[in-house]
């Protein structure tokens, strides 16, 4: 089917509307101001600048695309758009961001004199506020860690008014955003400040693999008390509440409700969830790639750990040339440039879908081992397609839902929005009993479609 | 055996499906000439509004009518010869078949009005008039839409996600009147006022008028108004296509006559779907069902009989479900219009005027519920049925209300007072509420 549909004349944005724009616009020159700058008094002014005015803009953009009309599913014109349908302004945040990473990741290390290379004068922007929270100067990935919680913060509004028709997207928005502020930016700070560890309690093995690395275990274990119980923490987590608590509630308990790279997919990455790919090829990738990947870093792992315990280098180097490789490759490569860089292009979780371990881990768990699925009411699909659509993980969910199937997926992250954008009332996230959890509607027949199961 | 099926509509897809299931060796081609591959009509609007992009509301991937080795032919068939079971289609080729099932769908309805030919009037049923639509209200500043159903509120829709000024003709004095009682109306009513779209009830269309190019200029109400617009949809519902089995011996009257197996007077011709009427609906039933669950459900049931196990047609439990702007509607069972003998409807709206939920029972004890409407809240549709096939008493549902609630977690629940409000209603038959939702959804079924 290729119908020859014109594009449109989108509507035209209100005056206050292209204000708001005008101001985010002046807050990004702000910050190359503030990176072309010479004097460091200046430096900071025009980075303060940058992001109050970034923040009041798209606070006001937000209220005025979202709050001012009546509640409900906002999504007119979304494929229309150039920003959100990848258009060229697409593709242009696309290469800004992914060009941020690369300098972050590999231009911006401290040269031993405080100097942070291309983001030095953003970096020394910060000093005072790092001094005030850390007690010590800013560098590159406080500066990053900065960003990435205002984005949270700030797209999370936006996500609150845009879906405040849904309690359960209301409830798990301000949980991402509460996690990413108290766990995984002022939490760390404050432990610095008392010069403990910088430990993030929100991130687990094997997503954080190097929180149960024998090195990072060890130098814990040395720091006393906190130490110990931060390896505690981990552990526990790992192995005992994670199995638990996707036993009850599915993956989603971390997910789209915890983790801080769900939560930057699900507020700075909601305008883009509708690009992930639902075919059944990208599904064939999707399985290829995560599964691989978690057998690597356990392997990885279990190397370093033998090699820690029968204290020799008998495997040699492998253990520590692997898990520097996967630092680079899986780490960065993957989870930065690509899971964050190519948000406008290939959707919001890419790094969720395709590469994250814990997922993987977390996957297998809700398939095998979870009560959770998602609901299908009955007969009531009209295969519409808008599940599918918001469906950031790109699971093709009118498949399921047009044969009254539940949706049992180890990729689901349980964000909800397929029941959100239903118009008819058709998908609901459930924490049934296992017995039947598979089982479809007897008002519906399923067909003989050959997917992967 | 060879089956053919005209239409790649959500009936014929569903026969397909079916018959493949059946019947592994059957061959089986589609033929179409409106898409190449079978498409979604219920989320045309979305297209529009840019929701979705074309390609999002194939129901299948590509690869699935290979696979499953479903023969797709994209051209119209323009002649149908029974005697020799043969089909000739405008690509210059002829099919035979041994089974063939109509599934040929509706045409917009029109009323024979004075400018209704001219450009820029039109109906929205398929990919064609998707296209008109979208060429025809390019930087348009106002739209009329005739007609208070279902296809009425949604153009509507189309047009207000455009930020075009929208007009909706209604005959009757509320919105469907046929199908909603005048309470929920009066909710759908609120939406079309809080999406700033203007609702004319009580006013029919008498006249569109031209321009010199042969375009809508205005439209003229039976009230005599004249309204200035550059587009009109006609939303007046639609009416079977016969095309192609007015070439035939096939028997048709306003659709093509079938049987309760969904077979023709002519032997190896079947119909189902829009474009099928019966000669004998069962009681309380249309003749001509036009709903894409009928669809669905009529092309499972032919596919059987094709497959030689003459499965008669049950409709089943009657279920329905719509979404008005931001509100959602839902409807199980027998829930008539208006006041009908020997049936009670108990009524609750929520304060906001988003949410409302009426249970028709009978009058006499022990008050069987036989349907549901619910507007802004889900219920459960296996639920639902189960209480109107069991002829459940309506005391018993009130106090089970929580079953049936099939909203998303967090969200308000309304069982309690919902029960309030039944027991200030009919302090005759108290309800204590037995079954609430909770917290979590850890379903007990």
Redesign the interface.
Known sequence: MTPTLATPPLPTSSPAEKLSLAAVAAGVLALVLALADADAARQQTWLYLALGLVSAGTLAWSWLKFGQKPAGVHQNNLWLRASTGRGAVAWVTGLVLTGFYVVLYWYSGDDGRGNFGPLNNLVHGLDDFSQWLRARPADQWFLYGTFYTLAILLMGTRALWKYRHSRYQLIRTGSVMFFQLGFAFIIPGLLQFFQQPEFYFTYFWPLKYEYLFPGTVTGLVHNGGVGMFMVFWGAVMSFLATPVLTYFYGKRWYCSWVCGCGGLAETAGDPYRQLSDKSRAAWRWEVRLIYPILGLIIAITVLLWANFALNSTLLGEAGNVGAKWYGFAIGAVFSGVIGVGFYPILGSRVWCRFGCPMAAYLGLLQKHFSRFRISTNGGQCISCGNCSNVCEMGIDVKQYAQRGAPIVRASCVGCGLCSTACPRGVLNLENGPREGRYQSSQLIHADSLRILS | MRLVIIGNG?TGV?CA??V??LNPEARITLVSAE???H??R??LM??Y?????????????D??WA??RLELVHASATLLNTEEQLLVLDNGTTLAYDQLLLATGSASKLYGWPGQHLAGVQGLYN?PD??AM??D???ISRGVVVGGGLIGVELAEMLH???IETLVLVREARYWAGVLPPEEAQLVDRQFQ??HVTVRYRTELREILGDTQGRVRAVVTTAGEEIACQWVGLATGVAPNLGLALTSNVETDRGILVDEYLRTNVPNVFAAGDCAQFRRPASGEVPIEQL??TG?MQG?TVAHTICGHPTPYRR?VW?N???F??L?Y?TYGQAPAGPTPGLTSFYWEHPSARGALRIYFRSEAPHAVVGFNAMGL?????VC?HWIQQATAVATVMAQLGKAN???????QHENTIVKAFNQQFPQQPVVLKHRKGL??????
């Open positions: 959500i569903t499906v079916a493949r299931r898409s190449a591959h498409y979604s219920t989320a979305y297209v509004m840019g929701h979705l992009r074309p390609q999002d509301i194939k129901p299948y991937e690869w699935f696979e499953n990919l998707l296209q979208t060429r209200t390019h930087g996600s455009r930020g809080e999406n894409w669950y669905r499972e089943g279920f479900s719509a979404k702007f931001n959602e839902q889900r219920l459960r549709q296996a049925e099939f909203d998303p977690e967090f969200f308000p979590f959804n850890f379903t007990k079924r």
